[in-house]
């Protein structure tokens, strides 16, 4: 089967390489530890209405089979010969007729393992290469040595880079910043690139930056764009978190790269559509507003996630609640059984390591202070339970469980008026199983939520 497996993406990598030799699109690339699926929509958002025909990366399709699956234009074929075949048949096609092949590529690349994305850099050469913020806490570190050794990995993509093309780097993270002298003072070339770099971020001057950055459970996220000393407001309904702001401010980067005015670059961010499990708003049950982050999880998104919770005031009231969100109208109930709590259900952090325990550990001692409820997913979430009753939460209010299926009746018999409830998880603990079950219009899940395809419904 891995046999199988590595022909197959041999051929449809050989397939990419020549399809992009024969039209040579526009290429933007991202990378990085957080952030990366945020910040390929936004630029998406951004490019699309300015390129004749535009194609992104679909979900987190970054992977050795990911890549060359966006740039042929055809979808995972799971454990499907004929499906594969289907899809080997359509790169051939392109490569020998003349197709209406996009003119611009938005492609998100990742590393599993060490050489993913030096392999990729050999023979993709974006003109547009963006990196995210590269985690400092050590993440994919099974199969690396170090944190080290996974941005050395990320930032090979910066070598990529075409003549005459641009950098896009994360200004506030030091290390990335420093990126652009990779190409101003190369270390194997005797010459320096033409090579643009561009910033975006908001403690550090940037080309993109951002201020006066607000987050509300009712309406979502505002800051004010400042592209190249040029001030506009933005406004985001439907997610929280900073690195939303991040994204969007990559993508105003990204179409200064392009030219595109200030005024087009605002409205196509105004009407950016977040994907599907990163910290979007849902309608809860009983009168609850849920964060739904459940496609996956690290230590600094987790921090990041505690920190937008804890940076929100509660807003439901007995006689306010907004109809956008679709709650049920509270104004028959008394102030004082609007709960306004706080709960967080936190999974498994996978591909940790031997770093695992002590990041559940610390996320622990966070979560302490900012929630009334925690209930936890998972063997290893359970460090977090415990670190938390260390750090002085009661046990009372700390709830584990072995599975999403366990943790998703007791949550949904909890919910109540005016409670936020965080759901936050790895891949493996599925804890999108858990917002299902606390969906106020559960028939809507399949457009709300990750993971509800009849390939994952089979999975355990």
């Given at each position: 089967m891995q046999i199988m497996k590595k022909l197959v993406i041999w051929i449809l990598t050989i397939e990419s390489r020549l399809i992009i030799g024969k039209y040579k699109p526009f290429i933007v690339a991202i990378t990085g530890s957080v952030g990366k699926t945020s910040t390929k929509d936004a630029i998406y958002c951004v490019l699309k209405n300015r390129e004749r025909y535009a194609r992104k990366s679909e979900k987190s399709m970054n992977s050795e089979i990911g890549l060359p699956l966006t740039i042929i234009g055809a979808s995972n074929a799971w454990h499907s010969f004929s499906g594969w075949l289907r899809n080997i048949m359509l790169g051939a096609k392109m490569i020998i007729n003349r197709v209406d092949y996009p003119n611009c590529l938005i492609l998100e690349i990742g590393a599993d393992h060490p050489g993913d994305i030096r392999k990729v850099a050999r023979w993709l050469h974006p003109d547009i290469v963006v990196i995210t913020?590269?985690?400092?806490?050590?993440?994919?570190?099974?199969?690396?040595?170090?944190?080290?050794?996974?941005?050395?990995?990320?930032?090979?993509?910066?070598?990529?880079?075409?003549?005459?093309?641009?950098?896009?780097?994360?200004?506030?993270?030091?290390?990335?910043?420093?990126?652009?002298d990779m190409v101003k003072r190369p270390k194997v070339s005797s010459e320096a690139m033409d090579v643009k770099v561009l910033t975006y971020g908001v403690d550090m001057p940037a080309t993109a930056r951002g201020e006066n950055y607000?987050?509300?459970?009712?309406?979502?996220?505002?800051?004010?764009?400042?592209?190249?000393?040029?001030?506009?407001?933005?406004?985001?309904?439907?997610?929280?978190?900073?690195?939303?702001?991040?994204?969007?401010?990559?993508?105003?980067?990204?179409?200064?790269?392009?030219?595109?005015?200030?005024?087009?670059?605002?409205?196509?961010?105004?009407?950016?559509?977040?994907?599907?499990?990163?910290?979007?708003?849902?309608?809860?049950?009983?009168?609850?507003?849920?964060i739904d982050d459940t496609y996956n999880s690290s230590p600094d998104a987790v921090m990041s996630a505690l920190e937008t919770l804890k940076e929100l005031k509660s807003e439901v009231t007995s006689n306010?609640?907004?109809?956008?969100?679709?709650?049920?109208?509270?104004?028959?109930?008394?102030?004082?059984?609007?709960?306004?709590?706080?709960?967080?259900?936190?999974?498994d952090m996978m591909e940790l390591g031997r770093f695992s325990t002590d990041e559940h550990r610390k996320i622990g001692k966070e979560v302490a202070s900012i929630v009334n409820i925690l209930i936890t997913v998972g063997p290893r979430a359970r460090m977090i339970a415990e670190e938390a009753i260390k750090s002085g939460m009661p046990a009372d209010y700390v709830k584990c469980f072995n599975s999403s299926l366990d943790a998703a009746p007791y949550v949904a018999s909890i919910a109540s008026p005016g409670d936020i409830i965080l759901v936050k998880g790895s891949q493996s603990p599925r804890l999108e199983r858990v917002t299902k079950a606390l969906l106020r219009e559960p028939e809507k899940a399949d457009k709300l939520l990750v993971r509800q395809e009849e390939e994952w419904g089979r999975r355990p």
């Open positions: 913020r590269i985690s400092k806490t050590p993440v994919h570190v099974e199969f690396f040595k170090s944190s080290e050794e996974v941005f050395e990995e990320k930032s090979a993509l910066v070598s990529a880079v075409k003549n005459g093309g641009t950098l896009v780097l994360f200004a506030d993270d030091e290390k990335v910043a420093a990126l652009g607000t987050g509300s459970i009712q309406s979502g996220i505002s800051f004010t764009l400042d592209l190249t000393g040029e001030k506009v407001p933005v406004s985001i309904h439907g997610v929280l978190g900073k690195v939303y702001l991040y994204s969007l401010l990559a993508a105003a980067a990204a179409g200064e790269v392009r030219n595109i005015p200030l005024a087009d670059i605002v409205k196509s961010l105004n009407g950016y559509e977040a994907p599907r499990g990163r910290m979007n708003i849902i309608p809860g049950i009983n009168g609850s507003m849920l306010a609640i907004k109809e956008d969100f679709g709650l049920v109208n509270l104004s028959n109930i008394p102030i004082g059984q609007v709960s306004h709590r706080k709960i967080a259900v936190l999974g």
